[in-house]
Nanobody, 127 residues
Framework: QVPLVETGGSLARAGDSLRLSCTAS????????MAWFRQAPGKEREFVAA????????HYGASVKGRFTISRDNAKSAVFLHMDSLKPEDTAVYFC????????????????????WGQGTQVTVSS
């Protein structure tokens, strides 16, 4: 059973904003550090942003830094990705991921760092 469910993906125009949400599908699930990755057709999964369990540390991929903001609500076991100034190159399936570890390790930008994944939500940005 997939413990994470992403929502909020949509068709947008360049310059628009979107907010993605990711919540646990099981009430008993407690996520540690969480992250967003994305995958465009024909490309490898790319790191977007990560946040520690305590919400005190965040990291961003170079291509989204300054435009995207990651946040979380531990009471709801949820993580969010607010995306501003969208570009056509942001078009991808966006995946939420969660780690059993509360803190972010040095490999926070690697898919192998995370234990649970959602099935993804499509974001399409037109020019």
């Amino acid at each position: 059973q997939v413990p994470l469910v992403e929502t909020g993906g949509s068709l947008a125009r360049a310059g628009d904003s979107l907010r993605l949400s990711c919540t646990a599908s099981r009430r008993s699930f407690t996520a540690g550090a969480m992250a967003w990755f994305r995958q465009a057709p024909g490309k490898e999964r790319e790191f977007v942003a990560a946040i520690s369990g305590s919400d005190t540390r965040t990291h961003y991929g170079a291509s989204v830094k300054g435009r995207f903001t990651i946040s979380r609500d531990n009471a709801k076991s949820a993580v969010f990705l607010h995306m501003d100034s969208l570009k056509p190159e942001d078009t991808a399936v966006y995946f939420c991921a969660a780690s059993r570890n509360w803190s972010l390790g040095t490999n926070y930008d690697r898919t192998t760092e995370y234990d649970y994944w959602g099935q993804g939500t499509q974001v399409t940005v037109s020019s």
